[in-house]
């Protein structure tokens, strides 16, 4: 049998990208307007809707995005009409991507955020952060796994969360 190699670039999305910084925009503890934007993975709206109701005191802006896809420019103009954006869920290669590149958009707009991302994912995650300028970027991890899990049991994991997220909002 004869085999014919065939060599291919593939594009590593974590690779050493030059000694670009983005800066990073710091919540205004004062905030009224938070987003929730939500990536439509399993599980993402339970979190998302505990958040929106358990961080109080702001109007609560929605967008939802196909998860595994890169967000629209009205959908990152939407979620840019909040003053801060918490965006999730990072469970998987492809979703987590996103949710850490439409950050960074939103970040080079000016506009804070808060990325969501399992244990399973949140190696990756920080690494495509700083890959792309953002080392810094604000990334809270939720326990692995969330789809298929109860509704209960991801309550739980977001109540973990909290402090982290109350901390990073700076207004708790």
């Not at 593939?10 to 030059?18: K, L, Q, S």
């Not at 244990?119 to 298929?148: C, M, R, W, Y």
Request: hydrophobic residues 40%.
């Amino acid at each position: 049998m004869i085999v014919k190699v065939v060599e291919k670039d593939v594009m590593d999305p974590v690779a050493e990208t030059g000694d670009h910084k983005i800066e990073l925009n710091k919540v205004d503890p004062d905030f009224k307007k938070l987003t929730l934007f939500n990536n439509t993975k399993p599980g993402a709206d339970v979190i998302l809707d505990y958040l929106g109701e358990n961080l109080g005191k702001s109007e609560v802006i929605r967008v939802k995005k196909p998860a595994g896809a890169p967000a629209t420019q009205n959908q990152l103009e939407k979620a840019a009409l909040g003053e801060v954006v918490i965006l999730g869920l990072g469970d998987c290669g492809s979703c987590s991507s996103w949710v850490i590149l439409d950050a960074i958009r939103l970040e080079k707009i000016g506009v804070p955020t808060i990325s969501i991302c399992s244990t399973s994912f949140s190696e990756f995650s920080h690494e495509l952060a700083k890959a792309h300028g953002a080392e810094d970027l604000n990334i809270v991890t939720v326990q692995h796994p969330i789809a298929g899990t109860k509704t209960s049991e991801i309550h739980d994991k977001t109540r973990k969360m909290m402090p982290l997220i109350k901390e990073l909002l700076g207004n708790f």
